[in-house]
């Protein structure tokens, strides 16, 4: 008991120490994956930007970000569009939609709607960012 006594302020010194530096290095470790998070995602949407105004789906849908203001599908304004769903869209067309698949690659399809994605989550980045990085593994 009388070791424990002496022991145990000792020790939680020690924890004490241990977990600040391991806070610490936690935090910049979780700042510089952030940066690499937000710099790819940067990527992402510059790359979607491209490839939505070079396919033309600006001419009949409006999205903000890509500073259209197409009338003739659905606003893609939409935070309710899923990476999937848009894929399915862009690949298979629906209606007046043309299909694209076999025009554009898989990659620049899953491109696409991630960029859609992110765009319509602009602020909740850990949401939009995992679905880049899963991509970009691809
Ligand atoms: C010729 C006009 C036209 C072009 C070009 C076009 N779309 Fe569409 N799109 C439509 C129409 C019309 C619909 C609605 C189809 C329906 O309701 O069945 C649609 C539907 C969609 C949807 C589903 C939206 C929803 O809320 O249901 C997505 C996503 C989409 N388009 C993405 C794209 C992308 C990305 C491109 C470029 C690769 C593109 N579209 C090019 C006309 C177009």
Redesign the pocket.
């Known amino acids: 008991m009388a070791t424990r006594k002496i022991l145990t302020p000792a020790l939680g010194a020690l924890a004490a120490v241990a977990g600040l530096v391991a806070g610490v290095g936690l935090t910049s470790s979780a700042q510089a994956q952030e940066q690499a998070k937000d710099a790819q995602s940067t990527d992402l949407v510059a790359a979607g930007r491209d ?2 105004n070079t ?3 600006s ?3 409006t999205l903000s970000d890509a500073g259209s203001s ?1 009338a ?3 606003s ?1 304004d ?1 935070p309710g ?1 899923t990476h999937d ?2 894929v399915n ?2 690949t298979n067309g ?5 299909s ?1 698949g076999g025009q ?1 690659s898989e990659d620049e399809i899953g491109k ?2 991630d960029y ?1 994605v992110a765009v319509n989550h602009k602020d909740a980045k850990v949401a939009a960012a995992p679905a880049g990085a899963d991509h970009s593994k691809q």
Do not use: K
Request: aromatic share 14%; hydrophobic share 55%; glycine share 10%.
């Open positions: 490839l939505f396919w033309s789906c001419a009949c849908h197409g003739v599908g659905p893609l939409n569009l769903f848009i869209r862009v629906s209606g007046p939609m043309p694209f554009i696409l709607a859609i």
